[in-house]
């Protein structure tokens, strides 16, 4: 069964930094892209940051582009994602997401998602 | 602004069949690119409900259908369900943004 489990939320203050990790097990972590998305209070599913199978391609939301940085060590089957000065608007649910095309450089659909975790970022 | 454009909200009597439509422009459906739509209550994990336009996963009812034309997609649901009030979202690809992209949602209510 596949299954995605992220930490590393909780209250920031703006301008401080937070690293999220998505553990990923039951499945060949190193086959396939990932996702992080997140969803603010109240908004739509708003995709943060992709990265292929081999982490030869990255990319990210303008809205998170120079502040977040998305990582993965596939000895470790983990996903990460490092934030750095947060803002009040980062405050959303965020979720770790696996791309169904295994082996590809190319971002497709995400097939299984995570329970998500809570990032709010207030003084 | 969501780069797709999507209805806030629908509603339907149980047994009624309702749509969602889904609008992209030329640098994302319009281009080509797959539309995939998910189900979603908010601060659970979402659901891929179609994938590739008409896809649906394994032990995904076949009362969710899928359908895209030019520039637009649209997710079908017949037979409405008390449990199938949630949010729906279609996503795809934008070359212009180099990334992947969702709709706004649209909040379903069965009546």
């Known amino acids: 069964e596949v299954q995605l489990v992220e930490s590393g939320g909780g209250l920031v203050q703006p301008g401080r930094s937070l690293r999220l990790s998505c553990a990923a097990s039951?499945?060949?972590?190193?086959?396939?892209?990932m996702h992080w998305v997140r969803q603010a209070p109240g908004k739509a599913l708003e995709w943060v940051s992709g990265?292929?199978?081999?982490?030869?391609?990255?990319g990210y939301a303008d809205s998170v582009k120079g502040r977040f940085t998305i990582s993965r060590d596939n000895a470790k089957n983990s996903l990460y994602l490092q934030m750095i000065s947060l803002r009040p608007e980062d405050t959303a649910f965020y979720y770790c997401?696996?791309?169904?095309?295994?082996?590809?450089?190319?971002?497709?659909?995400?097939?299984?998602w995570g329970q998500g975790i809570l990032v709010t970022v207030s003084s | 602004q969501s780069v797709l454009t999507q209805p806030p909200s629908v509603s339907g009597a149980p047994g009624q069949r309702v749509t969602i439509s889904c609008t992209g422009s030329?640098?994302?459906?319009?281009?080509?690119?797959?539309v995939h739509w998910y189900q979603h209550l908010p601060g659970t994990a979402p659901k891929l409900l179609i994938y590739?336009?008409?896809n649906r996963p394994s032990g995904v009812p076949d009362r969710f259908s899928g359908s895209k034309s030019g520039t637009s997609a649209s997710l079908a649901i017949s037979g409405l369900q008390a449990e199938d009030e949630a949010d729906y979202y279609c996503?795809?690809?934008?070359?212009?943004?180099?990334?992947?992209?969702f709709g706004g949602g649209t909040k379903l209510t069965v009546l």
């Open positions: 997401a696996r791309d169904m095309n295994p082996y590809t450089s190319g971002w497709y659909v995400l097939d299984y």
């Open positions: 039951g499945f060949t972590f190193d086959d396939y892209p």
């Open positions: 990265i292929s199978w081999k982490s030869g391609r990255i």
């Open positions: 030329s640098s994302n459906i319009g281009a080509g690119y797959d």
């Open positions: 590739g336009d008409y």
């Open positions: 996503q795809s690809y934008d070359n212009n943004l180099s990334g992947v992209v």
